[in-house]
């Protein structure tokens, strides 16, 4: 297998004497870019549901939404990202922020996939190229959701299309 990544779940080619350190990741869409999500921060998928907006959020906070019985704030990635916001949200993607529950509504899920360790050190940072106001905002208001958000890689043309 050519740079580390697998296609699909499992386990990723190494030596017998010293297998590669592998992570496993939820693949999904948003601003127009492919992006990696550490699975043990994900806690599920859905369709998008009903949100209640809020006055004096931040732009990318869309509201709150009623997730399994809980209020849970909805984080629309493609406006933290700075990028497009024209595609539909099409999937929730709930992940544990320190205790706590964030959506991040997204344009589209593709799977679970395994990027081996090599492989995911030269991915690009998800916020590496955000707004710098909009992460320094974030860092402020929910630093569970900014340190999840940083582990988080942003996939290349290349690399998505061999995990899509």
């Known amino acids: 297998m050519a740079g580390g990544v697998e296609?699909?779940?499992g386990a990723v080619e190494g030596t017998a004497a010293t297998p590669p350190i592998a992570h496993r990741f939820l693949v999904a869409r948003a601003a127009g870019l492919g992006i990696a999500l550490s699975l043990q921060d994900v806690r599920e998928t859905m369709?998008?549901?009903p949100i209640d907006a809020l006055?004096?959020?931040p732009p990318y906070v869309l509201g709150l939404s009623r997730i399994r019985g809980?209020?849970?704030?909805?984080?629309?990635?493609?406006v933290l990202l700075g990028g497009a916001t024209s595609a539909p949200i099409?999937?929730?993607v709930t992940i544990?922020?320190?205790g706590r529950r964030v959506a991040l509504a997204v344009n589209a899920v593709v799977g679970i996939r395994t990027l081996a360790a090599d492989a995911l050190g030269a991915l690009p940072p998800l916020l590496g190229n955000a707004p710098a106001e909009l992460v320094d905002g974030l860092g402020v208001l929910d630093r569970d959701l900014l340190v999840v958000l940083r582990a988080a890689r942003i996939l290349p043309p290349e690399v998505w299309e061999r995990l899509s």
């Open 7 to 9: 296609g699909t779940a």
């Open 55 to 57: 006055a004096g959020i």
């Open 70 to 78: 809980r209020a849970v704030p909805v984080v629309h990635l493609a």
């Open 96 to 98: 544990d922020t320190g």
């Open 47 to 49: 369709r998008p549901l």
């Open 90 to 92: 099409e999937r929730f």
